[in-house]
């Protein structure tokens, strides 16, 4: 019977009922042990009829075991995998160790568990319930917190209990403290289970136990009869929880010697496998009849499951009482025995940690097995699993170098589990090991990788360059991927002379013909090239050719093809560009990584704003800003913060853009991370140039010289805005050296829409009339030529109409100026660009005529998700693959539809794809 508990016991019904409407919702419960959230679970599973029951209790000896805790909580649901799409089925049974060893994509198992409880949930709701979240594997609670975001439109209920001082974040869950029971259902629990207690005890109980249910359920056992009624004094107060620890001690100490020690050989191990148990209890001497006693005694009870028999203990407390109250050498012999019982090829990740409990000291077997189990742990995709096993495995090892090995493969996987902090301190414990120059070499790319993130860009240069030569004879596929990482570091912090030396340290290495770091490695040197073009600077190395057979676009990983787009729009090729990151994005969003996927949705997003995509651009930068917020990859966040800023100076929401500028700004200048400067700084002189306010984007633009902290990428495209602001103050002699660059990157970029942009600006400057009209008609018809080759820009184009449709009114030419004036206005409405598309207007109305359509409503209603979901179901996609590109539901994909057909005014699939809302970005 469930006592008290009015307002918890109301929030669960709350939820529950929320599932059968329809709705779904999270709670965490968190206490202290003893005060009664098992019990609210189980109030939960009672209340949830015709509801899926999922239930699954944290191990703290499955701690460290990827997923365990998942597959426990799924197992009744495992019949639907075959439902799945095939990456997240084959995912999920490789987590779970239903099918041979493989590389386990952690993203692909998060979302198969999300549309396993939405295809469960479609046919009755889903009730999910983790208790001791507090020991869940770290594996999980990344699931479970992804869940718990996601299941709002889904009948699935996330009630979760856990302890306050080690409470485990689940971002989407709403916290409630669960305190002890109040003064009235405390007496009632203890007039039940303890009727002999006089009220001056009870209530003394009552206040020193701050009313949690399980000291006040056993401390009573404890006293004597004169105590309990209040005859015998007890003196001094009752400490908790060490009195409950010393309760259960005086339990133990009445029962025989060989269920004591069938009872530590089960606390020892804690996964309840009473088979497993048996099997080591064999080496004390020790059968099944010992089970017997303590199962009589009430202190365990045995649970069928489909794995077979478990022992459960009446309560945690308890079997912390058994293991705590046995000598440390009894402790080890368990400790042994169990990993003497355990099958090395069933269960070989429990056996390492048995095998390192029973260590005293350096043991290099069970090192081994520890950092076999780490390897595992990663090919799982679970690197937090893997640092603690490979720290652990590095801890037990006898030689110098292993340990210092072992241990900066516990720190890269520290890095990538997102614990920078931890990865250092065992970098440096490794660092006052390792002599080997490939070791020591590792803790420098380490520490590189993190100083990256920090933005110690000379740090990051220096550590990766160090020594380079010599790593580069020990081990060239090292050597190359550590100058690709400096190269890299170079690019963002502007820095053309490190960039050279990693790029020609890097064409230096010599890889093996079938290294797969070649084709990065082409890439790299490639974009270099291109960058110390802009920059004025002589490239003095060649970029290797392509082996024989190389076939691109087959053989590329998504960082090759990120980098291979950056060089295409270097090189002004919109269509290649955008071909490479969208083959980037599609291969990510299949294979989950989610870092490379945040990589690439800012490049893609970069280069939806510079072709005037703008909608998609809002899509993929928003979509980018929350994946890498929930990542914690702040250097990325800011750049996406940088390209909503054009966006909205774009659009003309002055606050929203100036707002997420100085973001950007702000914590890229701190970091020195140049691409996101350059574009942070872009949008608040493009916001100006709307406004009509062209001296401030002078200002702005002071440090917009060679050798500033600008990157030249960025900055050659902002130079039109600085051409036009310029010369409408007068001064367009300030920007000569910058029309000069731009001019220099038209010329050796190739495509026209490079040259269009030079011909505007010539324009702009020309001193005689008609020398400025011809270069505004050659602009336009290198506009036209862009189009006509598939490189269309309107945002640009449209500027350059207006531009020559003021400039023909200025001329007195007021009749030719309204044709490119109204195409401008056009563009400028199906873009939303409100500040342009109000100088268009004025200057169409200066010219004699006005017109102002009300836009089409279609596309720029549908909200960032909307407009992925729309644009992925337009080309064919089920809401299962929508689902698994995006990180929804089925259902959530289904629900987004029912929006989009709603504010499109369709009925169908067909109609969205004859619809061209996608179309009209480039109309």
């Known amino acids: 019977m469930l006592y008290g508990r009015r307002v918890e016991k109301a929030a669960i019904e709350r939820l529950i009922d929320g599932t059968r409407a329809g709705q779904g919702g999270s709670l965490t419960l968190s206490g202290v042990a003893g005060v009664g959230k098992s019990a609210l679970l189980d109030f939960a599973a009672e209340r949830a009829v015709g509801a899926t029951v999922l239930r699954t209790t944290g191990l703290q000896s499955e701690a460290e075991l990827p997923f365990g805790a998942l597959h426990q909580l799924l197992r009744p649901l495992l019949a639907r995998i075959g439902v799945l799409p095939l990456a997240q089925a084959t995912a999920i049974r490789g987590a779970f160790g239903l099918m041979p060893l493989r590389p386990t994509d952690p993203v692909q198992v998060t979302l198969g568990t999300l549309t396993l409880l939405s295809e469960s949930a479609s046919e009755q709701p889903v009730v999910c ?30 009630l979760v209990a856990t302890r306050p001082s080690n409470a485990v974040p689940l971002p989407g869950t709403t916290e409630r403290r669960v305190e002890g029971l109040d003064s009235e259902s405390a007496c009632e629990l203890l007039a039940q289970c303890h009727p002999a207690l006089s009220p001056q005890v009870a209530e003394r109980i009552i206040r020193e136990t701050a009313g949690n249910p399980l000291a006040l359920t056993e401390l009573p056992g404890a006293m004597s009869e004169g105590q309990q009624a209040g005859i015998d004094p007890m003196v001094g107060p009752l400490p908790l929880p060490e009195c409950i620890l010393r309760h259960y001690a005086k339990q133990l100490a009445r029962i025989e010697e060989p269920t004591h020690r069938l009872l530590l050989t089960l606390a020892a191990d804690d996964a309840g496998d009473l ?37 459960i203990f009446r309560h945690p407390l308890l079997r912390a009482a058994v293991y705590r109250s046995a000598p440390l050498g009894e402790r080890l012999s368990a400790h042994r025995a169990l990993a003497e019982a355990l099958d090395p090829d069933l269960e070989p990740d429990r056996r390492a940690w048995q095998l390192a409990a029973s260590a005293i ?16 742990a990663l090919q799982r995709g679970a690197p937090s699993s893997a640092a603690v096993a490979m720290e652990k495995s590095a801890r037990l090892t ?20 997102g614990y920078p902090v931890r990865a250092e301190a065992m970098a440096d414990e ?23 993130d920090s933005g110690e860009q000379g740090t990051v240069h220096r550590l990766l360059m160090t020594d380079w030569e010599q790593v580069g004879a020990e081990d060239p596929e090292l050597a190359a991927v550590m100058l690709v990482d400096a190269a890299k570091n170079a690019w963002f912090s502007n820095d053309p002379e490190r960039a050279s030396q990693a790029s020609h340290a890097l064409s230096a290495v010599v890889l093996r013909p079938q290294s797969p770091c070649l084709p990065l490695v082409r890439t790299v040197l490639r974009l270099t090239d291109q960058l110390e073009t802009l920059s004025g600077a002589d490239s003095c190395h060649r970029p290797m050719g392509e082996p024989a057979g190389y076939l691109p676009g087959k053989q590329e ?17 919109d269509a290649a560009a955008i071909e490479a990151v969208e083959g980037a994005v599609q291969r990510c969003r299949a294979t989950g990584r989610l870092d490379l996927l945040v990589l690439a949705l800012q490049v893609l997003a970069t280069l939806d704003v510079l072709v005037g995509r703008h909608q998609f651009g809002r899509a993929n930068a928003t979509e980018g800003l929350e994946l890498a917020n929930a990542l914690g990859l702040t250097n990325r966040s800011c750049h996406f913060q940088a390209l909503l800023a054009w966006l909205d100076a774009v659009a003309g929401r002055v606050e929203s853009c100036r707002e997420l500028a100085a973001l950007a700004l702000g914590h890229a200048e701190a970091r020195g991370i140049a691409p996101t400067i350059a574009f942070g700084r872009w949008a608040l002189s493009l916001l100006e140039l709307g406004l009509g306010r062209p001296a401030e984007i002078l200002d702005q633009a002071r440090p917009l010289v060679r050798g500033s902290i600008e990157h030249p990428l960025v900055t050659v495209m902002r130079t039109p805005d600085l051409v036009e602001a310029a010369v409408r103050l007068g001064r367009a002699d300030e920007v000569k050296e910058n029309l000069d660059q731009l001019s220099a990157w038209a010329a050796s970029s190739g495509p026209v829409r490079a040259r269009a942009l030079d011909a505007r600006c010539r324009a702009l400057v020309a001193e005689d009339p008609d020398d400025a009209d011809r270069l505004y008609v050659a602009a336009l018809a290198l506009h036209d030529e862009a189009d006509d080759t598939g490189q269309s820009r309107p945002f640009d184009r449209a500027r350059t109409q207006l531009l020559y449709g003021e400039w023909l009114r200025r001329q007195r030419r007021r009749v030719e100026a309204r044709r490119p004036l109204r195409a401008a206005l056009n563009t400028f409405e199906q873009l939303r ?47 299962r693959e929508i689902g698994a590109q995006l990180f929804l539901s089925p259902r959530t994909v289904g629900y987004h539809l029912q929006n989009i057909f709603r504010k499109l005014g369709i009925r169908s699939r067909v109609e969205l794809a004859q619809l061209n809302v996608f179309d009209a970005d480039h109309s």
Do not use: C, Y
């Open 129 to 158: 319930l983790v208790d001791d979240v507090q020991w869940l594997d770290r594996p999980t609670v990344d699931v479970l917190s992804f869940v718990a975001n996601r299941v709002q439109d889904e009948p699935v209920m996330l």
């Open 275 to 311: 088979a497993t148990a048996l099997r080591a209890a064999r080496t004390f001497g020790v059968g099944i009849e010992a089970l017997d006693s303590a199962v009589d005694a009430g202190l365990v009870r045995t649970h069928d499951t489909i794995a077979g028999q478990t022992v």
């Open 361 to 376: 000291g350096p043991d290099d077997v069970a090192a081994e097995e520890l950092e076999l189990s780490g390897l595992r």
């Open 398 to 417: 006898s030689l110098a170098e292993s340990r210092a090995r072992r241990l900066v493969g516990a720190a890269d996987a520290a890095n990538r589990a």
């Open 430 to 452: 490794a660092e006052q090991l390792a002599e080997l120059v490939v070791t020591r070499a590792r803790i420098r790319r380490l520490r590189a990788q993190i100083a990256f």
């Open 557 to 573: 990983e998504p960082l090759e093809l990120v980098l291979r787009a950056v060089v295409s729009m270097a090189s002004a090729d």
């Open 833 to 879: 660009a409100e500040p342009w598309m109000r100088r268009a207007e004025s200057e169409l109305r200066a010219a004699g005529s006005v017109r102002r359509t009300g836009g089409e409503a279609s596309k720029a209603e549908l909200t960032p998700q909307e407009l992925q979901v729309a644009r992925l179901a337009s080309e064919g996609g089920s809401n």
